[in-house]
T-cell receptor, first 117, second 115 residues
Framework: DTAVSQTPKYLVTQMGNDKSIKCEQN?????MYWYKQDSKKFLKIMFS???????INETVPNRFSPKSPDKAHLNLHINSLELGDSAVYFC????????????????FGPGTRLLVL | GENVEQHPSTLSVQEGDSAVIKCTYS??????FPWYKQELGKGPQLIID?????GEKKDQRIAVTLNKTAKHFSLHITETQPEDSAVYFC??????????????FGQGTILTVHP
């Protein structure tokens, strides 16, 4: 009954490769996010999708391309991986609007640990 | 954009003591302030949040205070236990309009509770 799940949990790859990380949420939320956590534990938002539409696009290299096939899924594809891409990537979801109230709580997945060699 | 500063970066306490983590934010439009706990190898988990229409919120051993004028908010953990050891993050965001829940996180505090 995992709320937000990510695959794979670990990803080790060579520089220059292309890789994808998948995220799924079964909470019925309408908004999903990708965060990057660097080696110093700093958490920074990368992208946000609301109802499959890109809402937040921070200053992220265009080698990173998110895709949301439906409200429950948000995938992250990374082209031409670089050493500096090594980090933990977290997916999160929230129900941004629900009738008269907004519910801002973001629920995080377990993370994908990416190591680029 | 929003900037959130969090202190201290590490905090070591004895079991049973209190722990306080402080954050400041820069954008006066921010009105939502969650606190997350991240255990080793796991994703951040919300432990408490506060909105700008209240100054204090408490949930058992955890409390958060907010001073909108000074733009700072704090997390207070009383009667700490070893299982409270984790990384704690504060965050600030604007709930409403077209912000869609964008959060800016502090740098994190590594809390260690010694038995």
């Amino acid at each position: 009954d995992t709320a937000v799940s990510q695959t794979p949990k670990y990803l080790v790859t060579q520089m220059g490769n292309d890789k994808s990380i998948k995220c799924e949420q079964n909470l019925g939320h309408d908004t999903m996010y990708w965060y990057k956590q660097d080696s110093k534990k700093f958490l920074k938002i990368m992208f946000s999708y609301n109802n499959k539409e890109l809402i937040i696009n921070e200053t992220v290299p265009n080698r990173f391309s998110p895709k949301s096939p439906d409200k429950a899924h948000l995938n992250l594809h990374i082209n031409s991986l670089e050493l500096g891409d090594s980090a933990v990537y977290f997916c999160a979801s929230s129900q941004y609007s629900s009738g008269r109230s907004t519910k801002e709580t973001q629920y995080f997945g377990p993370g994908t640990r990416l190591l680029v060699l | 954009g929003e900037n959130v500063e969090q202190h201290p970066s590490t905090l070591s306490v004895q079991e049973g003591d209190s722990a306080v983590i402080k954050c400041t934010y820069s954008d006066s439009a921010s009105n939502y302030f969650p606190w997350y706990k991240q255990e080793l190898g796991k994703g951040p988990q919300l432990i408490i949040d506060i909105r700008s229409n209240v100054g204090e919120k408490k949930d058992q051993r955890i409390a958060v205070t907010l001073n909108k004028t000074a733009k700072h908010f704090s997390l207070h953990i009383t009667e700490t236990q070893p299982e409270d050891s984790a990384v704690y993050f504060c965050a600030a965001g604007y709930a409403g309009g077209t912000s869609y829940g964008k959060l800016t996180f502090g740098q994190g505090t590594i809390l260690t509770v010694h038995p």
